[in-house]
């Protein structure tokens, strides 16, 4: 089942915060956040377990409910560099080794 | 070190033909990863190996698409009897070992398929 992504799109001037969101209909074991310029590879963000383990870089934040079957990431004082799509992908509790990509979140940074 | 590299990084090819598409993953990674994007759309689990085995194919849509990897290192996506529904950026990604719910991949910069 793929996740849902919310906003599909979002426009920013730089220094400003945005929210990504992603959730799921299915029990999860794992979120991952990857973001994809244009014309090139997604890049590894973030990686958050369940039980409260995460797996990324330092500057960046998200949180995952696993209640809920939601994560949200957080972009403070947004950058131009961040500009992209944002792809949140899906484990499910089952801890299949396959992750289920959401449609992605378009992040464009103004000057 | 080098990254996942993919070949060719474009094709195009006319209805029913076969084509194969080729991934060299980071070195030492034992676990690979196909994906299909289209425009728009976020990358589409295709199959994941393990080794030398395809430890699950289920996103593979039909019997037209097979995928190998013989010696465990480089795999080779292959497309019979292509349509215009295959056209898509084929990507292919790697980890240091399996377990895609834990561990970070690393993607190539994918293949450009059209399919005239």
């Known amino acids: 089942q793929q996740p849902v992504q919310s906003p599909q799109a979002v426009i920013l001037r730089e220094g400003e915060d945005a929210v990504i969101n992603c959730s799921s209909s299915?029990?999860?074991?794992?979120v991952h956040w990857y973001r994809q310029k244009h014309g090139e590879a997604p890049v590894f963000l973030m990686i958050?377990?369940?039980?409260?383990e995460q797996k990324g870089h330092e500057k960046i934040s998200a949180s995952f409910n696993e209640k809920k079957q939601q994560s949200s990431l957080y972009l403070t004082a947004s950058q131009l560099s961040y500009s992209g799509t944002y792809f949140c992908?899906?484990?499910?509790?089952?801890?299949?080794?396959?992750?289920?990509f959401g449609k992605g979140t378009r992040l464009h940074i103004l000057p | 070190g080098a990254g996942v590299s993919q070949t060719p990084s474009n094709k195009v090819t006319e209805k029913g033909k076969y084509v194969e598409l080729r991934c060299d993953p980071i070195s030492g990674h034992t676990a690979l990863y196909w994906y299909r994007q289209s425009l728009g759309q976020g990358p589409e689990f295709l199959i994941y190996?393990?080794?030398?085995?395809?430890?699950?194919d289920s996103g593979l849509p039909n019997d037209r698409f097979f995928a190998v990897r013989p010696e465990g290192s480089v795999s080779t996506l292959k497309i019979q009897r292509t349509e215009r529904g295959d056209s898509a950026v084929y990507l292919c990604?790697?980890?240091?070992?399996?377990?895609?719910?834990?561990?970070?991949?690393?993607f190539g910069p994918g293949t450009r398929l059209t399919v005239l």
């Open positions: 190996f393990q080794g030398t085995g395809a430890a699950d």
């Open positions: 958050l377990l369940k039980g409260g």
């Open positions: 990604a790697s980890s240091l070992e399996g377990r895609g719910s834990y561990n970070e991949q690393f």
């Open positions: 299915k029990a999860l074991y794992s």
């Open positions: 992908g899906t484990a499910s509790v089952n801890r299949d080794d396959k992750i289920i």
